[in-house]
């Protein structure tokens, strides 16, 4: 690990005495330092690997203790129960060279449910050649070799969220169910089409820590996530890219959001599987509608640097990455991804919690004048609104006592 540290920062730095010319070859023999994973590519459905964009790619995929917008759906399936806004949004990733990744996700929560739907499809042109680099037709059809290779997975989500205190964020647990498709055109390759089913399982929960700062927000978070575990449809098929990620994050100050996720890849069919994996990732705020991304993903033979920004005003976010590894060329416009997400609102989650406050605040007013009977009535009608505001229950069990107290006081004072 330290190995690999000490050569992302050498990278970094060199980075500075090169031109873009220079810089393929320069990557190359740098991202062998990581040295190069003989399992590398051997899943099928690959898609199911690349991010939509989003925070998700912006913090380099160190997102399973996140997870804080609609980008959850690829990271961890129990965090729909924990965001704050039903939410969609629409993601273009401009991957390697003629590779487009689409996605569409909507995501919301009512109460401690939280639910999602998302589609994602992977396509590129593709055209047979021969030796030569002709074009071809084969013995099936008398038609040139070609077409669109696409890969899509439809995923449903379901999550919920238990034992929520004002203190604590409670424990989420969720799953998703995937649908997925891949289409080779038959004058390519016969009966290579197929599809697959899998499901991703995930646990969640948030708390304070370490705290320096005052927040209602939790500033610690943990996850884990069982994704892409399932079979393909066809005569000896590829392993899926089944993978269990662990991931923390931490907030040390308000603005400043640290990620951190292992990642540790297996196959169902017991073959050997790609190398455990890293990721590091930082959300900073800048302002109250602007922040930046940035991460760092530490894979053998293929380590990627991202960085990213996000506009996020009342109703619309924009969220845009640039993605730095061994696939990057500087002659064309790729490894970005663009993000434009829809807030449509929180079904009066936010406006309740704000009234309950205020609520609050009134009967702590009204305790300080000695009139306990009206602020246990406040605090009562706090949690009307929000059940689980501790301080309000436990406000009215000290008013309570002290209002009993004095009613005993004149009671004796009466007597004499």
């Not at 995501?107 to 055209?127: Q, W």
């Not at 599987?273 to 900073?284: K, T």
Request: aromatic share 14%.
């Amino acid at each position: 690990m330290k190995r690999k540290v000490a050569a992302l920062t050498f990278f970094i730095i060199s980075l500075c005495y090169i031109s873009s010319e220079e810089f393929n070859d320069y990557y190359s023999s740098w991202s062998s330092m990581f040295g190069i994973d003989p399992n590398s590519g051997t899943n099928s459905f690959l898609i199911l690997m690349i991010p939509s964009g989003g925070k998700h790619e912006g913090m380099a995929t160190a997102y399973t203790a996140i997870a804080i917008d609609s980008g959850f759906i690829d990271s961890n399936p129990a965090a729909s129960s924990l965001i704050d806004d039903t939410e969609l949004a629409f993601l273009h990733n401009n991957w390697i060279n003629d590779v487009n990744l689409e996605s569409v996700i909507f995501a919301t929560r009512i109460g401690n449910i939280g639910m999602g739907l998302s589609g994602k499809m992977m396509y590129l042109p593709f055209t047979g050649v021969d030796d030569w680099g002709d074009r071809y037709s084969n013995e099936y059809t008398s038609d040139f070799a070609s077409g669109y290779y696409w890969e899509t997975v439809g995923t449903a989500n379901f999550s919920y969220n238990f034992l929520k205190s004002f203190y604590f964020d409670g424990i989420s647990v969720g799953a998703n169910l995937k649908v997925a498709y891949r289409n080779i055109p038959y004058s390519i390759a016969m009966n290579q089409s197929s599809a697959a089913l899998m499901g991703d399982l995930g646990i969640m929960t948030r708390f304070n820590f370490l705290k320096l700062y005052f927040s209602r927000d939790k500033n610690f978070s943990l996850g884990v996530s069982l994704k892409n575990a399932g079979a393909e449809f066809i005569d000896n098929p590829d392993p899926l890219p089944t993978r269990f990620s662990a991931g923390l994050a931490y907030s040390p100050i308000r603005p400043l959001t640290l990620a951190f996720d292992f990642n540790l890849p297996f196959n169902l069919n017991g073959t050997e599987a790609e190398s455990p994996y890293f990721a590091v990732g930082m959300d900073l705020t800048l302002t109250d509608f602007w922040s930046i991304q940035s991460g760092v993903l530490l894979k053998s033979g293929l380590p990627r640097i991202t960085v990213g920004t996000a506009i996020e005003m009342e109703k619309i976010d924009f969220v845009i990455n640039y993605t730095l590894d061994l696939t990057t060329q500087f002659d064309k416009l790729d490894r970005l991804s663009v993000e434009f997400r829809i807030n449509m609102g929180d079904y009066g989650r936010k406006e309740k919690e704000e009234r309950a406050e205020v609520l609050y605040i009134e009967g702590l007013k009204l305790y300080a004048e000695g009139n306990f009977v009206e602020a246990i009535k406040k605090w009562e009608e706090c949690l009307e609104l929000s059940p689980v505001f501790t301080p309000a229950e436990e406000m009215i069990e000290t008013a309570y006592n002290s209002f009993q107290l004095q009613k005993e006081m004149l009671e004796k004072q009466t007597a004499e």
